[in-house]
């Protein structure tokens, strides 16, 4: 659905060149959600804001359910970016508009009569739970409330693709969750492919099919959320079961065991112990249920050393997990 080909940005100043985005291939399926995740300074918002071409970026290219953007000139960009609606960290309300008011927005640039309009928007409200709250303005709607409405205006176009600029870093916790399970809800009922940016690992955790890593304007990692976990040394893997240094423990070997999919569920380690008659002892660790798939991180203790512990390591392989030494 979006296909995005080495694509950079350099900010050019007198004083200075900022290179913000260098060299980005990036690949979203129809209906997946895929999350790139980095910390401040990145390059995050400079790419998203180059998927519908609000920053146009200095080279590559961008092509958004078959049509390719950075082609495009004025005009016809500006009919083709209703195609992506987009969402905002701080809601980007205006303030003089009632909820309704600000989801009819983008109805109104595109003249659809006013009958259709008001139907639009009260379609649009419920869908985001917020029919109630119809005449209310943003200052009387608490920081979720406005995030809805700014969720239902980006959908008012009826886009295929949903862009979200750090939706929830301005929510807290419990608010987050909710609006979490909103744009899961929106990919599932609508089908709606979502591109969001996010320096939280958690909304990783809650809602992305896929994920990218983002450093210095490049991806150090990037794909589906399950293989990434089968990838050795994965930065998002360790993000997502983080674990403290490994123990040193004389006459034995830590060793990190990662699975994903249905190897998640399988007795893994019982199935080790059983078969190569080994003393496991469980560290530290745990199993939990993602968006994509069930996964688990699980530092284990094996006795012996390294070398002697290559069958129980490639017995781990064979079963679909990795076993890493833990370093
Ligand atoms: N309009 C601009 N002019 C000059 N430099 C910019 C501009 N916008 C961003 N930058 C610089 O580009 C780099 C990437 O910024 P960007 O905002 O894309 O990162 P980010 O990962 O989204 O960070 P944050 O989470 O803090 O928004 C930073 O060094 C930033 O200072």
Do not use: W
Request: charged share 25%.
């Amino acid at each position: 659905m979006i296909q995005i080909e080495d694509l950079r940005k350099t900010y050019r100043s007198r004083r200075r060149d900022v290179v913000a985005v260098d060299g980005v291939d990036l690949g979203v399926r129809q209906g997946e959600i895929f999350g790139v995740l980095g910390q401040s300074g990145a390059g995050k918002s400079t790419l998203l804001r180059c998927v519908n071409l609000l920053e146009r970026p200095d080279a590559g290219t961008v092509v958004v359910d078959g049509l390719e953007l950075t082609a495009l000139r004025e005009r016809p960009l500006r009919a083709a970016r209703r195609r992506v609606g987009m969402v905002h960290q701080h809601f980007a309300l205006l303030s003089s508009r009632t909820a309704a008011g600000n989801v009819a927005l983008p109805l109104e640039v595109t003249g659809m009569p006013r009958a259709d309009r008001a139907r639009r928007v009260a379609e649009l409200l419920e869908l985001v739970g917020l029919e109630q709250r119809a005449a209310a303005y943003p200052a009387q709607l608490s920081g979720g409330q406005k995030q809805r409405v700014g969720i239902a205006r980006a959908l008012a176009a009826g886009p295929q693709v949903l862009l979200s600029d750090e939706a929830t870093s301005a929510l807290d916790p419990e608010t987050t969750g909710s609006i979490l399970d909103l744009l899961l809800d929106l990919n599932r009922r609508l089908g709606l492919t979502i591109l969001l940016i996010t320096h939280e690992m958690d909304v990783v955790r809650r809602i992305c099919h896929s994920a990218a890593v983002m450093r210095d304007g490049r991806f150090a990692e990037s794909g589906q959320v399950a293989d990434l976990l089968r990838r050795p040394g994965s930065e998002l893997a360790r993000g997502l079961f983080p674990l403290p240094p490994a123990p040193h423990r004389p006459g034995e070997t830590v060793v990190d065991v990662t699975v994903s999919g249905e190897a998640a569920d399988e007795p893994i380690l019982a199935g080790l112990a059983r078969a190569l008659d080994l003393d496991v002892r469980i560290l530290d660790g745990a199993v939990q249920s993602l968006a994509a798939t069930r996964a688990g991180r699980l530092r284990i203790a094996l006795p012996g050393s390294a070398d002697d512990n290559a069958p129980a390591l490639r017995h781990l392989r064979e079963r679909g997990a990795l076993a890493e030494v833990a370093a």
